[in-house]
């Protein structure tokens, strides 16, 4: 499958997964879509994040949880999305289960 094919999928996922997060009682935000490569290696020598990130390819998006007006952080907070994200398809890895760096607002298409 080429890139376009695959960011394209992903889009389609993302749209999902912010339909669930608002079905499930949640606000939702966007956060990082797209990064540079220079801004990634900025962040892996920070140690928030890899120098190779799917954000480079557009194939991960972080998402910012809200309820009730409160910015959420917490892993349990982002599970339920997590768990329907990795259901979409079965290249999609959640943050949250990440054993390095756990991301739990990170969402990913795998490039393979």
């Known amino acids: 499958m ?4 695959k960011q394209t999928k992903f889009a389609l996922n993302v749209s999902a997964l912010i339909k669930f997060i608002f079905d499930i009682g949640f606000q939702c ?3 990082e879509a797209e990064r540079s490569k220079e801004q990634a290696e900025i962040y892996a020598k920070s140690g928030k994040g890899i ?3 799917l954000h480079c390819k557009r194939l991960a998006i972080d998402l910012n ?3 009730d007006g409160v910015y959420l952080t917490e892993f349990k907070d982002y599970e339920q999305a997590g768990v329907f994200w990795e259901k979409l398809n079965p290249l999609n890895r959640w943050g949250g289960r990440f ?3 756990v991301d739990s ?3 990913e298409m ?3």
């Open 99 to 101: 054993s390095k760096l």
């Open 65 to 67: 949880l809200f309820k």
């Open 51 to 53: 120098a190779d990130s």
């Open 2 to 5: 080429i890139l376009l094919e």
């Open 110 to 112: 795998q490039d393979i």
């Open 105 to 107: 607002n990170h969402f």
């Open 29 to 31: 935000t966007l956060g």
